[in-house]
């Protein structure tokens, strides 16, 4: 990405609901958190300086992979199944490593994994492990 002070305009639809969305969430003491997930191809510097401003505007934590890595390992040429627009099974490890670590760090949020009501996830998540970790 190249540096710029330019800022995308956002689109008419996330111009009028995003605000929206922000201050419904407020309302039911939810936190919001902006995450941009590496994109060479979909991404840019002007659209980074927009959602920051949006951000730094209604004090939601931002994360932008594509102007940081934070320390994740991530590689355009290992974890990338495109060259550049969409993460691989790698790239997409990485980053989900990342958020948790951030989520547990940073938000509260409780463990449900012994939650009888949320036993079907576990039951889901052996099955995905099954079919895609061979």
């Not at 605000?19 to 510097?45: G, R």
Request: charged share 25%.
């Amino acid at each position: 990405m190249k540096k710029t002070n330019k800022r995308e305009k956002l689109p008419s639809l996330t111009k009028e609901y995003l605000p929206q969305i922000i201050s419904l969430a407020k309302q039911n003491d939810c936190q919001v958190l902006f995450v941009q997930f590496p994109s060479q191809s979909s991404w840019n510097w002007a659209k980074y300086n927009t959602v920051k401003d949006i951000a730094q505007e209604y004090q939601i934590s931002y994360l932008d992979f594509n102007v940081s890595q934070y320390n994740t390992g991530f590689s355009w040429l290992t974890d990338s199944r495109d060259g550049g627009n969409h993460l691989n099974y790698y790239g997409a490890q990485k980053m989900t490593k990342y958020i948790g670590e951030y989520l547990k760090e940073y938000y509260t949020l409780e463990d449900d994994r012994h939650n009888p009501e949320y036993q079907d996830y576990e039951e889901i998540y052996k099955k995905y492990q099954q079919n895609f970790m061979k």
